[in-house]
């Protein structure tokens, strides 16, 4: 049973939807909401084997190919920036290197970190996701470590440059770009309110 809470929880239910499943397979056993959520924290104990979480997080990553680039705090050694990419992407983003995408969200992980979402669009208008990057904050720096470290990639895998780079209104984000893909066309992503 405690093998079946966990692969539940790593399929993503929450405590509550786990507890409906395990009653109704197991109706004689006693469990309440809390038991699973203290039975999900044993199984991520048990995963992480002594790890930190962000210890684990960039082993998963290597291990997947996914060849993450970070930077630590040298004082405290906690997770500055961190940029990764799908092997596959790397592959797509190849065949269709024309337009890249570029938006950040804010405030949508635990940590507060905001998160650049870096995408490419494919030759039938399907936008494809090439990577993605938590920066310890919304300045010219943290961006130029990203498009760094995007450029990067570019080099070692010999994706040509793009044609046309869509962002937002953000300006650190702007003034890192027009130094680092001075030849590319920047545009503004539209952005408008539906009335009702």
Known sequence: MIAQIGSLGAAGLAPAQILTVVRQQFPLVIL???????????????????????????EELESKGFSPAYTTNPDTNALLQLF?????????????????????????????????????ISGNNRVVQVGLAFLSGEKQGDYTWAIQQLRTIMVVHNIEEPVSIVTDRELALINCLESLFPQAIHLLACEYERTS
Request: hydrophobic share 40%; with cysteine.
């Open 84 to 120: 990764f990419i799908h092997p596959r992407a790397v592959e797509l983003w190849k065949q269709h290197p024309d337009v890249l995408l570029l938006d950040c969200t804010y405030k949508t992980n635990r940590f507060n970190m905001p998160l650049l979402n870096i995408c490419a």
């Open 32 to 58: 309440v909401q809390k038991d699973v959520s203290n039975i999900l924290q044993k199984v991520r104990i048990q995963k992480l084997g002594g790890r930190t979480p962000i210890q684990w997080l960039l």
